[in-house]
Nanobody, 126 residues
Framework: QAQLVESGGGSVQAGGSLRLSCVVP????????LGWFRQNPGKEREGVAQ???????TYGDSVKGRFTISKADAKNTLYLLMNRVKPEDTAMYYC????????????????????WGQGTQVTVSS
């Protein structure tokens, strides 16, 4: 499985912004659907956003209009820009890759993703 490495988590006040980064192995970056997920203890992992090899994106309903997923091809890096954050955005955030995706990403569901990073914690205070 590919090794993904997240960074950029931390503490932020409600209404602020934070950008998460995830370095992805080149082979995975160029062909797989890449996504961001989040999870709190005792809760199911939630899909935040995903992006396919052509740059098409999908967002979870709770983050639409506030978060933006993007890629930097020269750096093999996946980003999640989090704007207007809310306390309910507090979670461990994970980047992931779906090697079985075709040209399009499949449903934004953690069960479709097989390679995961170690996670980065985001805490939003009110």
């Amino acid at each position: 499985q590919a090794q993904l490495v997240e960074s950029g988590g931390g503490s932020v006040q409600a209404g602020g912004s934070l950008r998460l980064s995830c370095v992805v192995p080149e082979y995975t970056y160029s062909r797989d659907c890449l996504g961001w997920f989040r999870q709190n203890p005792g809760k199911e992992r939630e899909g935040v956003a995903q992006i396919d090899a052509e740059g098409r994106t999908t967002y979870g309903d709770s983050v639409k209009g506030r978060f933006t997923i993007s890629k930097a091809d020269a750096k093999n890096t996946l980003y999640l820009l989090m704007n207007r954050v809310k306390p309910e955005d507090t979670a461990m955030y994970y980047c992931a890759a779906d090697p079985d995706s075709g040209t399009w990403c499949r449903t934004l569901d953690w069960r479709n993703f097989r390679s995961w990073g170690q996670g980065t914690q985001v805490t939003v205070s009110s």
